[in-house]
């Protein structure tokens, strides 16, 4: 019997399933070109039905109609596997959790709240605001309005509002085992009173912290998540300090480092950006779509001219009451002094009147420095916590975008993509020497070398290099796998080691021999011993 049709005599009348050809169709491209059989898909209308088909899965596991479960939230994890299984080695089934889309509990005071997974920064943005609670802020990545809250926080994704460790900022959550039980903390199991408000508001628990093993892992299906939301301060501001030279660098990494010792709480993680990541922001890409070679000197030098970017840019925020704000932005200008950048605040005037300047002129002038003023401000609604979609067009760096559809969808788009994404220690000389090893290898495999250091703690940063390139150019996808392998092991001699990778590097680096990953395998084993959740996903 085909999968389709054992899940069929399961699942509830709410659910979708996918055929095999249906569910390859939805779920089998993504940014990467891997290549993954998925043997059907599950679109989970009915939360009661995910136990039925775990406890189905394990039934079959040993026979010939076995499968192992895949969920996704979104399935939109672009540039590290999107929404494709681990592996290859046994039919799987997608169960899609996009439509389990409520937030199931919100307290407007302390901004507790509790979401299921098919739950976007959209959706959240747009259910606080129609709750009246637009003082509260989206936990918002560079990934966009589509994606999920509860897919990013399990891959313990980044954002750049002032809760920028997306996990760090989750109470609790629900999960189906693998077995079919639902796991709860100790917490809820002991509580009497009826409700689950203590487990919500306290991380910890009580006993092992076990609700971290389900991130990067593949060891359940969770179908809720209760974290707490930041409000946004009385006071906001945020600041651009542009570098001319590429040397200025490590007076930059300095300054980043000072800014956030001393205003830790304060200022949200900062990013510190090269002229050609910047550019890839404000211009299209000078060798057009499909292109597989990177810009020239004199093409970077020529649109960094037209379009007034600097070697390195800073971008950060202050959050808080409007007194502390304006403190902490003297101090940052008190900082600044005799160091030779240009510094803009977004309170400030040069900014106000570029906006005016903007807005009294008629569409067909100022064409540039409407971008800017644009792109300027996008960035500014993200760090308040609105979610856009202004960071997707990085994507379309060699890849056009599709005419018919207005929102961006890399995956739909066919735009090859990896990202690189170590930490680094906030060290000046160690991140020089991160800086040309990215230049050095990337151009080496003729991919553009965008740089953004996120800075989020003075003494550790996390990079994320896009690995762009045209995904219909068989050559260029082996160059953009061998460019991201190499930086991979080059960046491990050197002490820069990723804090996420793709499902392929997962299979590739992770070595089960180790005792953390055996550690891990046992764990898997124990509480997964058929093997019916995300096979394969971070050494699970
Ligand atoms: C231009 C661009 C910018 C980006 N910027 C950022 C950024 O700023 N920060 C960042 O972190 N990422 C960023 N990303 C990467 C990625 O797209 C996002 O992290 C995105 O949120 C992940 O996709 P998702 O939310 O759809 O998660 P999903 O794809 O749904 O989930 C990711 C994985 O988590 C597991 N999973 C998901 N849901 C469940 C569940 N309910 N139970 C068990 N396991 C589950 C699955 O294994 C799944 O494959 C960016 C990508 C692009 C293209």
């Given at each position: 019997?085909?999968?389709?049709?054992?899940?069929?005599?399961?699942?509830?009348?709410?659910d979708i399933i996918l055929s095999q050809d249906q569910a390859q169709e939805k779920f089998g491209g993504g940014t990467e070109g891997f290549k993954r059989d998925i043997s059907a898909a599950v679109i989970i209308n009915n939360l009661n039905t995910i136990p039925q088909i775990l406890k189905k899965a394990n039934e079959l596991s040993k026979s010939k109609d076995e499968f192992v479960l895949y969920p996704v939230s979104s399935g939109k994890n672009w540039g590290y596997g999107s929404a494709l299984p681990a592996l290859d080695i046994k039919p799987a089934v997608i169960l899609d959790l996009s439509n389990l889309n409520k937030v199931t509990y919100f307290d407007a005071k302390t901004g507790i709240i509790t979401v299921q997974p098919g739950v976007t920064q959209a959706a959240l943005r747009e259910y606080l605001d129609g709750k009246g609670a637009k003082n509260f802020m989206v936990p918002v990545t560079g990934a966009g309005p589509m994606c999920s809250i509860i897919g990013n926080a399990l891959e313990r994704g980044y954002g750049i509002t002032p809760y920028t460790d997306h996990f760090a900022a989750v109470n609790s959550l629900k999960a189906y085992l693998p077995d079919g039980q639902l796991y709860q903390s100790a917490l809820c199991e002991l509580d009497q009173s009826g409700s689950?408000?203590?487990d919500k508001s306290f991380k910890w628990g009580l006993g092992p912290y076990l609700d971290g093993i389900f991130t990067q892992s593949g060891f359940g299906i969770v179908t809720e998540l209760t974290f707490t939301?930041?409000?946004?301060?009385?006071?906001?501001?945020?600041?651009?300090?542009r570098f001319k030279q590429d040397s200025d660098f490590e007076q930059a990494v300095d300054l980043v480092s000072d800014i956030l010792k001393m205003h830790e709480g304060i200022v949200g993680?900062?990013?510190l950006m090269d002229r050609r990541r910047v550019i890839s922001m404000m211009a299209d890409n000078p060798n057009g779509p499909g292109s597989h070679k990177v810009m020239s000197q004199e093409q970077v030098e020529q649109l960094s001219k037209e379009h007034d970017v600097p070697a390195w840019t800073i971008a950060g925020s202050i959050y808080g009451t409007k007194r502390?704000?304006?403190?902490?932005?003297?101090?940052?200008?008190?900082?600044?002094?005799?160091?030779?950048?240009?510094?803009?605040?977004?309170?400030?005037?040069?900014?106000w009147i570029g906006r005016r300047a903007v807005n009294l002129a008629p569409d067909s002038l100022l064409s540039r420095e409407r971008r800017m003023i644009q792109t300027l401000d996008m960035g500014i609604?993200?760090?308040?916590?609105?979610?856009?979609?202004v960071a997707l067009p990085l994507c379309y760096w060699r890849t056009a975008k599709s005419k018919d559809v207005e929102n961006y969808n890399p995956a739909r788009d066919k735009c090859g993509l990896f990202w690189y994404a170590p930490l680094l220690p906030m060290d000046k000389i160690k991140m020089r020497s991160f800086v040309e090893m990215v230049r050095k290898i990337c151009t080496s495999h003729n991919i553009e070398p965008m740089i953004t250091l996120t800075n989020f703690s003075h003494h550790c940063s996390d990079s994320t290099i896009p690995v762009l390139f045209d995904l219909s150019n068989p050559q260029a996808l082996k160059d953009a796998e061998n460019c991201v392998d190499e930086l991979v092991s080059q960046g491990r001699k050197l002490g820069f080691v990723p804090y996420r990778m793709s499902i392929n590097q997962q299979q590739k680096l992770l070595d089960?021999?180790?005792?953390?990953?055996?550690?891990?395998g046992n764990i898997k084993q124990t509480m997964d011993p058929n093997g019916v959740v995300s096979l394969g996903r971070y050494g699970a």
């Open positions: 019997m085909s999968i389709d049709l054992i899940l069929s005599e399961i699942v509830s009348k709410d689950d408000i203590i939301l930041k409000e946004k301060p009385e006071g906001f501001d945020s600041f651009y300090l993680s900062i990013n502390v704000v304006a403190a902490a932005r003297n101090d940052i200008k008190k900082r600044l002094r005799g160091l030779k950048c240009q510094t803009i605040f977004s309170s400030g005037l040069l900014i609604d993200i760090m308040k916590g609105i979610p856009n979609e089960k021999q180790s005792v953390f990953w055996g550690l891990v």
